[in-house]
């Protein structure tokens, strides 16, 4: 299980890495407007990548933190559903 956290952190870091890119040159780039990321995916889209960054980000920390692997399964679910609330607002 380690490896799918891994792989979600990995996947979670860079997509939230390039929503906030995305949005800064959105914001920032005239006639750029298409390329942010709230508009082209909207709180759906947010969701699925803080969900993804929460789970691998709790379920390894648990499970390098010596948990039994369903303790760090119920930690990473809990992590992206933490992640999940908060970028909903």
Do not use: K, N
Not at 25 to 53: H, I, N
């Amino acid at each position: 299980m380690r490896e799918v956290f891994g792989l979600a952190l990995g996947f979670g870091s860079i997509a939230l890495l390039g929503w906030i890119a995305a949005a800064a040159v959105a914001g920032s780039v005239d006639g750029w407007e298409g390329v942010d990321p709230d508009t082209r995916f909207g709180v759906r889209g947010r969701r699925l990548v803080a969900a993804t960054f929460g789970f691998g980000m709790a379920g390894l920390s648990a499970a390098y933190a010596g948990w039994p692997m369903v303790v760090a399964t119920v930690a990473a679910l809990v992590g992206a559903a933490v992640a999940v609330l908060i970028a909903s607002r």
